[in-house]
Nanobody, 131 residues
Framework: QVQLVESGGGLVQPGGSLRLACAAS????????MAWFRQAPGKEREFVAT???????????YYAGSVKGRFTISRDGAKNTVYLQMNSLKPEDTAVYYC?????????????????????WGQGTQVTVSS
């Protein structure tokens, strides 16, 4: 069983930055594919970014088109934590952000971006982008 806890959300002005963290307990996150999803009010949960389980030091990362070039997903094995660095934030990035872990060892894009690839979810952290 993997327990995931997100942190780092908050209120930020348009153009600002935030870094979300997803800390794990119970298992080592390097054994899991990891992803961030988000859900805005009245909308379905959507894919944001993913990082593959990897082999050695090689990881594959993929991003939703709406965040590519602005967001970066990364891992810190020593801290058993996954991060989402969010820059140039826009009001449309406002949502609850969820961290997820999945027992998938591959790097196939269409599997990594799917909601049902992931078995473990955090409780979410609110990100609000507003002036």
């Amino acid at each position: 069983q993997v327990q995931l806890v997100e942190s780092g959300g908050g209120l930020v002005q348009p153009g600002g930055s935030l870094r979300l963290a997803c800390a794990a307990s119970g298992r080592t996150l390097s054994n899991y594919a990891m992803a961030w999803f988000r859900q805005a009010p009245g909308k379905e949960r959507e894919f944001v970014a993913t990082i593959s389980r990897g082999g050695g030091s090689i990881y594959y990362t993929y991003y939703a088109g709406s965040v590519k070039g602005r967001f970066t997903i990364s891992r810190d094995g020593a801290k058993n934590t996954v991060y989402l660095q969010m820059n140039s934030l826009k009001p449309e990035d406002t949502a609850v952000y969820y961290c997820a872990a999945g027992d998938y060892s591959g790097s196939y894009y269409y599997t990594l971006i799917k909601f049902n690839t992931y078995d473990y979810w955090g409780q979410g952290t609110q990100v609000t982008v507003s002036s």
